[in-house]
């Protein structure tokens, strides 16, 4: 198997694993035996960009060969929102809470693995990475275009955060590099170009690569019982404020890193606008409300003072009863690619 050849210590070797492991054995002493070969990957798409993002070792086209692949016992909350999708869907009654496979990839199956990765350094030598492995349980969902397409939308969250971390520092007038952020993990589609290792991933899959390391993973935003944490709880309100609507988050997961929220495969849910005045109505007439203005309310029980800052107009937790968005028309969506170019609050916005 494997035509693709994948280039380490600066040698081209062809990408099956005899000849991988032929290499592996007259090449550098910092290469593990070569059994520990597992996986060889090929970054195809990486565009977080956003200065929110945290850093891309990789580029688009480097090529690397997966030594280890782990299971991270603190890397198990990764997994709990398509568990809550299987629980409702088996289920069948009552509200659709957790947002189904037809309407977000939120719940989409998908296995987590902490791997060890090695590169060409471009001087001779080997750089050795650990990263996330999240490769979907069902074939048909490791399709590069659907792989492509949830990158793309980790992407949007770590362009929101760059946004919201602005704000934050307008709002308390310091700069955003003193002050605690959000930032998003870097996430990029990978091309499995070979694998001794089916039960993880087989030749000809997309999986996706996420550069963190953080040994646990929390949950800032998730199902509403979570401590409360200011910043994330903050963000999570700001981007369905600033989108008017139309965007909400879900399961803001991560760790801390220093003074940051490193946030791990954060979920976009898109395309269910909530028009709140018929939210209300909806509510009156005894219908249920739209489902995303219950989650808003769940996962996000009570503002804190960054919120007002943004929203004053949110009641607190006792007497709440949606967010403070614009009444529908009256409401300017940020520009097309993501600029706000308006001036809200008296806060100016740059990307
Ligand atoms: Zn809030």
Redesign the pocket.
């Known amino acids: 198997m494997g035509n693709h050849p994948i280039t380490v210590c600066n040698q081209v070797l062809s990408c099956d694993f005899e000849a991988v492991r032929q290499s592996m054995r007259c090449g550098s002493r910092c290469l593990p035996d070569d059994e520990d070969a597992q996986l060889a990957l090929r970054l195809v798409f990486a565009p977080m960009d956003s200065p929110a993002s945290t850093s891309c070792p990789m580029k688009p086209g480097e090529e690397v060969i997966v030594t280890s692949i782990k299971k991270a016992p603190g890397w198990e909350p990764l997994t709990w929102r398509q568990d809550r999708v299987a629980r409702q869907e088996a289920a069948a009654r009552g509200a659709r809470l957790w947002p189904g496979p037809g309407e977000s990839r939120f719940g989409r199956p998908s296995r987590c693995w902490c791997v060890q990765l090695l590169a060409a350094d471009g001087r001779g030598g080997v750089r050795q990475m650990s990263a996330l492995l999240q490769v979907a349980c069902a074939q048909e969902d490791r399709d590069l275009e659907k792989v492509k397409d949830a990158v793309k939308e980790i992407s949007s969250v770590a362009k929101y955060a760059h946004r919201f971390n602005y704000h934050v520092a307008q709002a308390v007038g310091e700069e955003p590099a003193n002050i605690p952020a959000i930032r998003v993990a870097s996430s990029a589609a990978c091309f499995v170009l070979d694998s001794v290792n089916p039960r993880v991933a087989d030749a000809g899959d997309t999986a996706i690569l996420t550069f963190f390391d953080a040994k646990n993973v929390t949950k800032f935003v998730f199902e509403g019982g979570e401590d409360f944490e200011e910043l994330p ?2 963000f999570f ?1 700001f981007v369905l404020w600033s989108s008017g609507g139309k965007e909400l988050l879900a399961d803001l997961q991560g760790a801390l890193k220093g003074q940051d929220f490193v946030l791990v495969d954060p979920v976009l849910l898109r395309g269910a606008e909530m028009a709140i005045a018929d939210v209300m109505a909806l509510s009156s007439s005894g219908e249920l409300p739209n489902p995303n203005q219950q989650r808003f309310d769940l996962w ?1 029980p009570r ?2 003072q960054l ?1 007002r800052s943004f ?1 004053p107009s ?1 009641r607190t937790s006792s007497t709440r009863r949606a967010c403070g968005l614009r009444p529908s028309g009256a409401f300017k969506p940020p520009p097309a690619g993501g600029g706000f170019s308006g001036v809200w609050l008296g806060f100016g916005w740059d990307t």
């Open positions: 709880q903050a309100h996000h503002c804190g919120c929203d949110r």
